[in-house]
């Protein structure tokens, strides 16, 4: 397991370290902690982790911008702050739970407990993806398909646009609700975008999406795409 704690108040930071490695006794884990969003950014873009703890006040900078930054990746964020009024933005972007400071030892437990129980599918509610140099973050509900387009993908909306997104389809799978079906080795789709499947000549089965496109599905597919919207 490994953990990253950011957090740049030393007793506080110390204090959870302390809660965490009590709270994950008898796992073996690995825990690295950074007192700067810069730091923790560039040690989350090269380095996989399993749960990120992260404080929301960093030096006047905001740890929600890290979230931004990161909210596509497969690890869980536990989000430890004062600043309470902030949980429901923060279970909106799809962290796992949210510490009010002062924390004590059990409540930390509690969290790393409900942690240790989670499936790994994403449960966030948005999309990041770079545009111009930003971070934009589209809502999921907004999704109408995916489509493979080499080691990119396609994320085509339910207002006709078009985002090119730096992960593959499979990456982006890995990350999405399980409400994302995959079709065909070219397409996803959220089952609630589907209108209808029908067989036409030659065997071959095509979806209709509730905007009326059609896209293929494989034939290796189809029964458990018809068991998935049953």
């Known amino acids: 397991m490994k953990v990253v704690i950011v957090e740049d108040e030393y007793m506080v930071a110390k204090r959870l370290r302390r809660f965490v ?13 950074f007192d700067t969003l810069d ?3 560039d040690h989350l873009a090269n380095n996989c982790i399993d749960v990120l703890f992260l404080d929301l006040n ?3 900078k905001d740890g929600f911008e890290l979230l931004k930054q ?10 430890v702050s004062a600043n309470v ?7 909106d972007i799809g962290v796992l739970d949210f510490i009010a400071k002062p924390f004590t030892e059990e409540r930390v437990q509690k969290a790393v407990d409900r942690l240790l129980q989670r499936q790994t599918n994403g449960q966030s509610k948005y999309l990041s993806y770079k545009h111009l140099g930003k971070v934009e973050l589209l809502p999921l ?9 080499g080691h990119y993908c396609e994320v085509h909306t339910q207002d006709n646009k078009t985002v090119l997104h730096d992960k593959s389809l499979e990456k982006l799978l890995a990350l999405l609700p399980s409400n ?8 996803a789709v ?13 065997s071959k089965y095509w979806l209709t999406l509730v905007n009326g496109e059609q896209l293929p599905i494989g034939r290796t597919r189809v029964k458990a795409l018809k068991a998935a919207l049953i």
């Open 21 to 33: 490695e009590k709270a994950f006794a008898g796992q073996d884990i690995q825990l690295q902690m």
């Open 39 to 41: 730091d923790a950014d």
């Open 58 to 60: 960093l030096g006047g």
């Open 70 to 79: 990161q909210v596509s990746q497969s690890f869980h964020t536990i989000v």
């Open 85 to 91: 009024d902030r949980a429901v933005e923060a279970f």
């Open 141 to 149: 509900s907004d999704v109408l398909y995916l489509k493979a387009d």
């Open 180 to 187: 994302f079906e995959r079709i065909h080795r070219s397409f």
């Open 190 to 202: 959220p089952v609630t975008c589907i209108q209808s499947i029908e067989a036409k000549e030659g």
